[in-house]
């Protein structure tokens, strides 16, 4: 038997905008990372709440960074190139040095090391912009 979980995490309604930015963290490497830490077996809404999320200003560069990479990927799931700078987006919204992003990128054995290089590329380039 199979037993399926759901979590709700909005309860009321929430600007588009917002549901991608939560969309983009949520996904991110460094999300998984920090749930990871606080779950055993199974992610409840009580892990969700306290998950620590950044909280830029709306009309940041920032933002809309993880908006529109959120949205490239929902429109192509596909792309590989939003999808490593969403997760370099993420990392610095998290204010990770490189050491620390790398040994997250490292918790993550079963994606490809070509995959993990290429977020590490995007993290870099944009803390050095």
Same mark, same amino acid.
């Given at each position: 038997?199979? =037993? ?36 055993? =077996? ?64 490292? =918790? ?20 050095? =912009?």
């Amino acid at each position: 038997m199979v =037993t399926t979980h759901t979590l709700f995490c909005v309860r009321g309604p929430v600007d588009e905008r917002i549901q991608l930015f939560l969309c983009g963290i949520f996904n991110s490497f460094v999300a998984n990372y920090l749930v990871r830490m606080r779950v055993g =077996t199974h992610v409840n809404v009580s892990i969700i709440e306290q998950l620590p999320v950044p909280h830029p200003d709306v009309d940041s560069a920032e933002f809309r960074d993880v908006v529109d990479l959120c949205g490239q990927l929902l429109g192509d799931p596909s792309q590989t190139g939003p999808l490593a700078d969403l997760q370099g987006a993420v990392a610095c919204l998290y204010e990770l040095t490189a050491p620390e992003f790398h040994h997250v990128l490292e =918790t993550f054995p079963l994606v490809s090391e070509h995959e993990r290089s290429a977020a590490m590329r995007c993290f870099v380039q944009r803390v050095h =912009t």
